[in-house]
């Protein structure tokens, strides 16, 4: 509530550009490869994308601008020589959705692939890669897999089995960093989104601490992290 309905912490930020600009990016090249059949674009149409797509003074101009662009460029190049799956894709900015007692759920998925008669759902992220623990309960992944499996258009090509964060700044090696959701783990997400829709409708906006908590936007004005707890100081 803090920060959708407030306004607090949801100004723009140089991160939030750059994580949209590469998303642009990989959509309108992956868009164009599963047009012709290919399992996945080629670096050289990324970095075309990236120049048509590149607005000069989006960083700031000069030497922020040229940072920010070797690191656009490092994210791609890591992600096209490295690319972490050999499936087979269906789509790009999917949009996906389900309905629970009277609450409709919306998001939209960055990729959705077939792996061989099962499906995978991908979301791209730009920040330093999440823990393996908090990847496997994410409610962003668990609510993808659970509308996945819902739609059927998806279903067509199999079973929804798996949901992953992919990490393209932040590569292993030989491999880019790749965070799974247990997909054990499907009822108790939707029992936790069921209970965030109950304290929405009984406008309950007690926080609840969890390792999201460290990459926050209102931190600075929750009265469960420390420095929050001056700004409700009486």
């Known amino acids: 509530v803090l920060e959708r309905q407030l306004g ?7 991160h939030m550009e750059f994580g949209t600009l590469i998303h642009k990016v990989i959509d309108r090249v992956e868009t164009a490869a599963s047009e012709r059949g290919a399992i996945h674009g080629t670096l050289a149409e990324g970095l075309a994308v990236l120049d048509d797509e590149w607005k000069p003074g989006l960083f700031g101009g000069g030497a922020f601008d040229d940072a920010w662009r070797a690191r656009a460029e490092a ?122 829709a109950r304290g929405i409708d009984a406008e309950d906006w007690h926080p609840i601490p969890g390792a999201a908590c460290e990459r926050c936007a209102v931190r600075r004005a929750c009265p469960a992290m420390p420095e929050g707890k001056e700004a409700f100081a009486s």
């Open 75 to 196: 994210a791609l190049e890591h992600l096209y020589s490295l690319w972490p799956s050999s499936g087979t894709p269906i789509g790009s900015e999917i949009d996906l959705q389900f309905e629970r007692d009277g609450t409709r759920w919306l998001g939209r998925a960055d990729r959705v692939e077939d792996r061989g008669g099962s499906v995978a759902i991908v979301d791209y992220k730009t920040g330093r890669p999440v823990g393996v623990a908090e990847a496997a309960t994410s409610l962003q992944l668990g609510f993808y897999l659970i509308a996945a499996r819902e739609d059927p258009a998806i279903r067509a090509h199999g079973e929804p089995a798996r949901a992953e964060m992919w990490f393209p700044m932040h590569p292993l090696k030989s491999s880019i960093t790749v965070r799974s959701f247990d997909a054990s783990l499907v009822t108790d997400v939707e029992e936790r989104m069921s209970a965030v």
């Open 8 to 14: 607090v912490g949801a100004e723009p930020s140089i």
